[in-house]
């Protein structure tokens, strides 16, 4: 059994477990296209910083290789 929400149509509330659930399916899929560009947005963001990461390990390898290099000499 549900009921209206008065103060807002979109929601009615679940009597049997007293939970308020979203009835605007626009809404809904808004709100889950929102979340899938943010789920999206964070996984470039951790591929930049990985690479970062890689790019700068690599760095202080060519740096010590010239180190040794010039050390040799």
Request: hydrophobic letters at 40%.
């Amino acid at each position: 059994m549900r009921a209206r929400v008065k103060d807002n149509m979109d929601y009615v509330k679940n009597m049997e477990n007293m939970a308020i659930l979203n009835t605007n399916r626009a809404a809904i899929a808004k709100h889950e296209k929102k979340m899938a560009e943010l789920k999206k947005t964070q996984s470039v963001d951790n591929e930049i910083n990985n690479l970062k990461s890689e790019v700068s390990e690599i760095k202080n390898m060519l740096s010590q290789i010239l180190k040794a290099v010039s050390d040799g000499k």
